[in-house]
């Protein structure tokens, strides 16, 4: 058994912002709906339930910014579904993660005469769960597959592949999340081309792999950071 301190949590990404150096504080809800199917032949004292749908969200506070807090006071005003991702761990391939897609559902500011300012994010999950880090923030500057992560066994009910595209240097960069039954015959789960910052979640369906990686195939430019994670459905 090892239990880790906040202190160490490496990681809070929403859309193209790494949160990180400005959070202090994050939480993570995770919800599987039980629905009544009661009825006058119901065996015994007790009600009956179902399993329903599941939802999650997370929210996240730390310290005022000028340049984060614009950047998420415009995400508040749009529409689109946003990439978001928590590492409660160091980062390294495999390390555990959280989030998903979301859409920001309340951006709050504040200050007092005798305190810093703060900010809190609320993120309403689409697509959330607990999963597993594939590609960590570091710079990348070729081509190439990273080691794999071992799950231990298949799944039938898809995911969600997860990327923020962070910071780049970069005419174009196509990159996949990858699954493989073998460790050794991939094929793509999700591939996405970047050409300038952004971050995409994506919802895949059928049987994933037990064995998981992060891959480049085209690579022009200098240098770019991306994070990749993806989370299994149960």
């Known amino acids: 058994m090892a239990f880790t ?3 160490t949590t490496s990681g809070v990404y929403y ?9 202090d504080t994050w939480s993570v809800d995770l919800t ?17 339930f179902i399993r329903g749908i599941n939802t999650g969200g997370g929210t996240v506070s730390g310290y005022y910014d000028a340049a984060a807090d614009q950047a998420l006071f415009d995400s508040i005003s749009d529409s689109t579904v946003d990439a978001f991702t ?7 391939i ?10 920001d559902t309340s951006f709050s500011p504040s200050g007092s ?9 609320d993120v309403q999950g689409t697509g959330f769960g607990g999963g597993v880090l594939l590609n960590i923030e570091t710079a990348l500057t070729t081509t190439g597959g990273n080691a794999s992560v071992d799950s231990l066994a298949s799944s039938a009910n898809g995911g969600i592949a997860v990327f923020h595209f962070i910071t780049d240097d970069v005419t174009t960069m196509t990159c996949a999340i990858q699954d493989s039954p073998n460790d050794s015959t991939w094929a793509n789960l999700d591939e996405q081309t970047f050409t300038t910052v ?15 990686r992060f891959n480049v195939t085209v690579f022009t430019g200098t240098s770019a950071v991306v994070l990749a994670s993806f989370i299994r459905f149960a």
């Open 94 to 103: 495999g390390a555990r993660t959280y989030g998903g897609a979301g859409l």
């Open 198 to 212: 952004d971050s995409v979640a994506t919802i895949v369906t059928g049987t994933i792999d037990q064995y998981l």
């Open 5 to 7: 301190h906040g202190s």
């Open 86 to 92: 928590l590492i409660p761990d160091a980062q390294a």
């Open 32 to 48: 599987g709906n039980a629905d009544e199917v009661t009825t006058f032949a119901s065996a015994g004292n007790s009600r009956e």
């Open 113 to 121: 005469v005798g305190g810093v300012n703060a900010w809190s994010l």
């Open 15 to 23: 859309h193209t912002q790494d949160l990180t150096a400005y959070a």
